[in-house]
């Protein structure tokens, strides 16, 4: 017995979502019909409007829906230390913690050569380019301790040393292989005050 071919495509979608299987997808198809019309057209417009509207800032590469982001306009952030992180929830996370105040550059990746991401598909140029460009004098790696965190770290830190620029890594009070995104903000904090040259 297969589903009416609606709702088996609604499932289909739901199973293109990271860590859904197909009977969590068929839970939340099947919500989503229990739904009445108002929530499902503005779940289907949030969805639409979100991919429509948030972008990379063109200058640090963060996620959002203005050019440059909230934090590249922030005249109060400290243009001097500029944190790089692979990813824009990494953003939200050390924002959340309220410590950093200085200015970010999101990778967008991290170099994975089993998966065939070199340094090239990431925003690294672009990270070179604020180092000659903006008045830097630190450069704080906030990369997860993962195979793949340390290849990008040890590859910036190779391609940043010519331009004398100090280059420093969070410290982790987490195990190795752990989520800089699911950190709480006392470890997140504390990893940024424990931060070493590398
Ligand atoms: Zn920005």
Known sequence: MQFT??????????QKLP????????????FVLGMNKDEVDEFAFAIVDAKEKVKN???CFHLSAQDPCEI???EKRDPA??????DSKDVVALERTREFKGRYHVLTGLISPLDGKGPDQ??????IARITEEEISEVILAINPTIEGDATVLYLKNLLKPSGV???RIAFGLPVGADLEYADD????????????V
């Open 19 to 30: 860590g859904i299987g197909p009977k969590s997808a068929q839970r939340m198809a099947f």
């Open 57 to 59: 800032c063109s200058n």
């Open 166 to 168: 100090k280059v420093t």
């Open 122 to 127: 990431l925003s690294i140029r672009e990270l």
């Open 5 to 14: 071919p609606p709702l088996a495509r609604l499932i289909e979608q739901f």
């Open 81 to 86: 230390t500029l944190c790089v992180v692979s």
């Open 72 to 74: 590249c306009r922030n």
């Open 186 to 197: 006392v470890t997140l904090t504390r990893a940024m005050e424990g931060r070493r040259e």
